[in-house]
């Protein structure tokens, strides 16, 4: 069965700190893997990955796909409390382009 | 550039009455179209997608229904709402190159 797994469920840090999270996968015919911040609305779009060991960056957010271990990590630096949110990620998979997601990461910086 | 509309934004309806909620798509031709529900502010559940007119695939049972009329159109029905099917209920669609993106969302209550 297709999973995606993210860990950890929940993480408390404070201003300034960096943050990694962790995102796995088992999916038949892997396409691409997505990141998502969700704030109290719709989950919007950070990253997109298909290929092995290419870092992709945003400003503090970057993410970087393993296809061998099967696995992404996001990684937040110098955390504000406006990164506040849920992380999501997900694999785009199979030849129905079906998105299979986790359950989310619950991040929470506190000043 | 492609862009998903969905409404209401908001929907309080009491337990027993019917549904609909409706998703468009502009700017793309022949997407994959989802219906998603979140509740508890966490965990995309995915209810129904479609790969094309008339094509709807279900994944969980229960008294929700989909219908895709037109190619960018995706609409989720119930002919009975239960207290259970209060939620965030969010449509998303998928290029062909992968991805996903998602429509604001409608927050539905059933009293």
């Known amino acids: 069965e297709d999973k995606v797994v993210q860990s950890p469920l929940s993480l408390v840090v404070h201003e300034g700190d960096t943050v990694t999270l962790n995102c796995s996968y088992e999916v038949t015919n892997f396409r691409s893997l997505l990141w998502y911040k969700q704030e109290k609305k719709a989950p919007t779009f950070l990253f997109m990955l298909t290929s092995s060991g290419i870092e992709k960056k945003s400003g503090r957010l970057s993410s970087i796909l393993d296809k061998k271990e099967l696995f992404s990590i996001l990684n937040i630096t110098a955390t504000q409390t406006g990164d506040s949110a849920i992380y999501l990620c997900?694999?785009?998979?199979?030849?129905?382009?079906?998105?299979?997601w986790g359950l989310g990461t619950s991040l929470a910086v506190n000043p | 550039s492609q862009t998903i509309h969905q409404w209401p934004a908001t929907l309080v309806q009491p337990v027993g009455s019917p549904l609909s909620l409706e998703c468009t798509v502009e700017g793309t031709s022949n997407p994959n179209l989802y219906w998603y529900r979140q509740a508890a502010g966490r965990g995309l559940q995915l209810l129904f997608y479609s790969v094309g007119i008339g094509q709807i695939s279900s994944e969980v049972p229960q008294n929700l229904s989909a219908s895709r009329p037109q190619d960018r159109q995706f609409i989720l029905s119930s002919k009975k709402l239960l207290l259970s099917d209060s939620g965030f209920y969010l449509c998303?669609?998928?290029?062909?190159?992968?991805?996903?993106?998602f429509g604001p969302g409608t927050r539905l209550l059933v009293l």
């Open positions: 997900a694999s785009n998979a199979g030849n129905n382009r079906k998105l299979i």
């Open positions: 998303a669609w998928s290029p062909l190159a992968g991805g996903g993106y």
